[in-house]
């Protein structure tokens, strides 16, 4: 079987998914040209040089719809010759987009492919495709379906956490992205947004709030407490999900919860022989992926058993992973995962996550990967693991290795 190596990853600077925020004004199309358009131009890539480009984003309606890889292959300097394949994996599509490349790459399917994707949020609201799990009451009634934050609240109150502990992730996460940034650990994956006439818009990532103190966020109030308790009452329906708890613990807030953000990431998986035709040198080689189904209602535990399964599969331990990048959707969703595995909190989001520099849905799982990278070879460790919670109960993971 072929092996498949990282040649590259690159994501744009997260802008306020907001009207305010810098890349309102941009289109998921647009982002993603420009991000594609790097890649080739970073590695030298001429003609058919890629199998296939595998683009994902969660809310594909409006400018998001249709096939957004082939719009945006078409919007870009690649080959009119390289097709384009939209997925959703909800936050894991990013990641997705590069596990099922990776394995196209090992099956003999292709030399290389570029995968991530994109998600402007500001721009196309999440939930505005009116997804049947969250409407269709066939179908929510029956998987008890509960918003996503009603779900991080089931997992602090199952588990005991406290809003104390959440907040003191939140706020480290904060601290983690700032020295990041200051001590310029993104350079080699940050692509500047530039406008039409080659201005920059966003060179940084601009949801961080550095500032933010122990006191600011416990100012501020539970995001889901009234959902949750009043109408429509989405405790009540975990409780009859979960007949052992008889309250359910509203810690999550704006403070400790993901940002809503706009953003793009994109990897260059390939070949040894790729990279040996393109005068490329691998950066790591992507040693294991793997996807499983998890509760619906309580929805985000899915890193434990992905990760648990992702290990086995691969005849690995926990000890044997250097360095975990977990998605910070919530504050109760890594601690969950550094509680289950006995992980230390120092190899965990070294450089901080979501919650800091927000969430672009189908882009995260890329970017992640990216960052993770970019960790092991500036700490100069070998194996790393990334992993996402998933909405409507699913995790995914990849392990990469150094090479």
Not at 262 to 287: M, N, Q, T, Y
Not at 341 to 350: E, I
């Amino acid at each position: 079987m072929t092996d498949a190596y990282i040649y590259d990853a690159a994501r744009t600077p997260r802008g306020k998914g907001r009207p305010d925020g810098s890349l309102h004004e941009v289109t998921s199309l647009a982002l993603s040209a420009r991000l594609l358009n790097a890649v080739k131009e970073r590695n030298g890539l001429e003609g058919h040089a890629v199998e296939d480009v595998i683009w994902g984003n969660v809310t594909q309606v409006k400018e998001q719809g249709g096939c957004l890889a082939r719009s945006a292959v078409l919007a870009s300097d690649l080959d009119e010759r390289i097709p384009g394949l939209s997925i959703n994996r909800f936050c894991a599509s990013g990641m997705e987009a590069v596990n099922l490349a990776a394995n196209q790459i090992k099956g003999g399917a292709g030399h290389a492919y570029i995968a991530g994707g994109v998600e402007m949020m500001g721009r196309v609201a999440m939930g505005s495709d009116g997804a049947a799990i969250a409407v269709d009451p066939s179908l929510a009634m029956k998987s008890y379906f509960v918003p996503q934050g009603i779900s991080a609240d089931i997992i602090a109150t199952e588990y005991g956490f406290t809003r104390e502990e959440a907040d003191a992730l939140a706020l480290e996460s904060q601290k983690r992205a700032a020295q990041a940034w200051e001590e310029n650990r993104f350079a080699k994956s940050i692509v500047p947004v530039l406008d039409q006439n080659g201005l920059t818009i966003l060179d940084r990532d601009e949801y961080m709030r550095p500032g933010t103190t122990a006191d600011d966020l416990a100012k501020l109030r539970p995001a889901f407490k009234e959902m949750g308790e009043m109408m429509p009452g989405f405790d009540k329906v975990a409780m009859l999900k979960y007949p052992h708890l008889t309250h359910i613990d509203h810690i999550h807030h704006a403070g400790n919860s993901s940002g809503i953000v706009d953003g793009a990431a994109a990897v260059l998986i390939g070949s040894k022989e790729f990279g040996e035709a393109h005068g490329l040198k691998p950066r790591a080689r992507i040693r294991a992926t793997a996807k499983i189904g998890t509760d619906p209602t309580i929805m985000l535990t899915g890193p434990v058993p992905v990760t648990e399964k992702i290990l086995k599969d691969s005849g690995m331990a926990i000890g044997d992973i250097d360095l975990f990048e977990v998605n910070e959707a919530f504050a109760s969703v890594v601690l969950r995962f550094m509680q289950a595995f006995d992980v230390d909190h120092s190899k965990v989001n070294v450089n901080g996550g979501s919650i800091a520099m927000g969430h672009p849905l189908g882009a995260t799982g890329a970017i992640i990967i990216g960052t993770l990278l970019d960790e092991l070879e500036r700490q100069d460790k070998q194996v790393g693991l990334a992993t996402l919670c998933i909405a409507s109960g699913m995790g995914a993971a990849t392990i990469i290795e150094r090479v």
